[in-house]
């Protein structure tokens, strides 16, 4: 589970998305509304419901093209329940939510391919 997760507001453009996603060399941004996870936006969201449907990517709202509704889960879950969690619902990013709701991680589909077996998504070597 990578614990520095790069979030940005609801309210922000597909372009400030965009930009944060270049900047940190990432996948994809959560998104939040105040300190709730409202919706990930990938790279290829962006690309597919705004730069080829001509929208201009600063004048979109990530709200419009965001993925949601959030598929989520607890950081004891373990890698393979976490794995069969993402095969089911066709994600490659699922948020890690403590017991309270609030955002604790992400693990992504290349998270589990660098490490190794970890027992949980929370496991302290995986980052």
Do not use: W
Request: charged share 30%; proline share 3%.
């Amino acid at each position: 589970m990578s614990r520095k997760v790069v979030t940005i507001e609801i309210s922000a453009s597909a372009f400030d998305a965009a930009r944060k996603i270049m900047e940190h060399d990432i996948g994809c941004v959560v998104v939040m509304d105040k300190n709730d996870v409202v919706g990930v936006i990938t790279k290829g969201d962006i690309l597919r419901e705004s730069v080829m449907k001509k929208f201009d990517p600063q004048k979109i709202s990530v709200s419009k093209i965001m993925s949601k509704p959030v598929v989520a889960t607890k950081p004891n879950t373990s890698l393979e329940e976490a794995s069969e969690i993402m095969s089911k619902q066709n994600i490659s990013k699922l948020t890690v939510l403590d017991e309270n709701g609030k955002l604790v991680g992400i693990v992504t589909s290349t998270d589990m391919m660098r490490k190794g077996r970890p027992r949980s998504v929370s496991a302290k070597d995986v980052i």
